[in-house]
Each structure stands twice: as structure tokens, then as C-alpha cells.
């Protein structure tokens, strides 16, 4: 079974640009979620869809982070002007039933 | 609002020793808790869970967890660790009824050879 894949898996940008990261779950779930990792700090939610819906976004940063699943299967969040605090590893997850979620390798991202 | 407390950051042992990593949630409602570990390079996977039952619940390589309901807390235990057991683990919470999982800052573990 293939896991949930990511892209890129690194990306460094200048503060005020724009950025965005890509996100395949795992066949079949039907509930997606994008975390922030910020380096010695667990993962946080920013969003959780469920099929294409959004089900959670209370944590997400509106006013520069967007993100969507049009057709319910795979995301993108975008970061748009990106600030230096938006260095950080960004998980997507994948879950079937809501309680257990896999997590993909992670998009590191630098802002300087 | 609810959290999640991992008291040691940085744990450091030597192979064959006893590990207990500490994970205190703040949250007083029915709780699925989880542990996950991050191998270095390596993405985010599941230690172990527990939902219901048998408070002490065993995971994949040798890992246990138990369930404390009155001290809210759910410490993740190996009797004698391996130096393939260097990662990073996190605990994380998840309220029965939501989806929204909340995760510890983190214990990096590392063992030395």
C-alpha cells in the first residue's frame, strides 16, 4: 500500500514570497490533514478536510495560509506572503476512519 | 484548552537500559491516546494506541504504554532499549467524538552504543 506522498520535500524562499506544498493521501481516506512543525515543538493542526469539505481550520493563519481539496483526493496549502516564522515542516496526514492518521514524509520549508 | 506535557526533551540512556518516557494530557473526557516516533529521516508512525480495554497496551518493537486514567497520563515504556530505538516520540491526544489530534512538543531519545 502506498503511503502518503509529498512534495517538495524541501523548499527555501525569501521572506514575502509565495510558496506551496502538495499533498496524495492514501488511497481511499477520506479525511486529510495538513500540520505545522516547528523545529523542537510537536505538530500542530491547520486544517482538516474531510472528502472536500473542511472540517477544522480554527488554527490555520487565514490571512496568508490557504489551502483546498477540490476533487476530495489530493491537497495544497499555500503560504502567501510567506514570514520568517513559516519555517517549519509541514505534515500532511491521511486517515480512513478518523482515528488513526499516517503521516507523509513532510515538506521542510525555509524562509529567509 | 486541552494539552499535552512530555517532561523530558532530551533523554539520553545506554543500550539494554529501561526507558519510560512521561506524556500528562490535560483533558478530563473520554481520550484515544497515541505515541508516535520519528526515525531520523524518516516520517512520523504509529508506536502504539489506546482506545478502550486493557490499559496496558504493547506496540511494535518491544514498546508498551499504560494508561493511568487517574493521573491522566500515558507513559510509554522498553525494558532494555537498542540503539535502533534513537528517534524522536511524541505523544498525542485525541477527544472521543473529534478528529482533532494533539500532540506533545516532543522526547528525542537517543542511545548510546
Known amino acids: 500500500e502506498a503511503g502518503v506522498a509529498q512534495s517538495p520535500r524541501y523548499k527555501i524562499i525569501e521572506k514575502r514570497q509565495s510558496v506551496a506544498f502538495w499533498c496524495n493521501p492514501i488511497?481511499?481516506?477520506?479525511?486529510l490533514y495538513w500540520y505545522q512543525q516547528i523545529l523542537g515543538q510537536g505538530p500542530k493542526l491547520l486544517i482538516q478536510f474531510q472528502n472536500n469539505g473542511v472540517v477544522d481550520d480554527s488554527q490555520l493563519p487565514k490571512d496568508r495560509f490557504s489551502a483546498e481539496r477540490l476533487k476530495g483526493v489530493d491537497s495544497t496549502l499555500k503560504i502567501q506572503p510567506a514570514k520568517l516564522e513559516d519555517s517549519a515542516v509541514y505534515l500532511c496526514a491521511s486517515s480512513m476512519t478518523g482515528y488513526e492518521q499516517y503521516f507523509g514524509p513532510g515538506t521542510r520549508l525555509t524562509v529567509t | 484548552a486541552q494539552s499535552v506535557s512530555q517532561h523530558n526533551h532530551h533523554v539520553i540512556l545506554s543500550e539494554a537500559a529501561s526507558l519510560e518516557l512521561g506524556c500528562n494530557y490535560s483533558y478530563g473526557g473520554t481520550v484515544n491516546l497515541f505515541w508516535y516516533v520519528q526515525y531520523p529521516g524518516q516520517h512520523l508512525q504509529l508506536l502504539l494506541k489506546y482506545f478502550s480495554g486493557d490499559p496496558l497496551v504493547k506496540g511494535i518493537k518491544g514498546f508498551e504504554a499504560e494508561f493511568i486514567k487517574s493521573k491522566f497520563s500515558f507513559n510509554l515504556r522498553k525494558p532494555s532499549v537498542q540503539w535502533s530505538d534513537t528517534a524522536e516520540y511524541f505523544c498525542a491526544v485525541k477527544v472521543q467524538g473529534a478528529q482533532k489530534l494533539v500532540f506533545g512538543q516532543g522526547t528525542r531519545l537517543t542511545i548510546n552504543p
Open positions: 488511497s481511499g481516506h477520506a479525511t
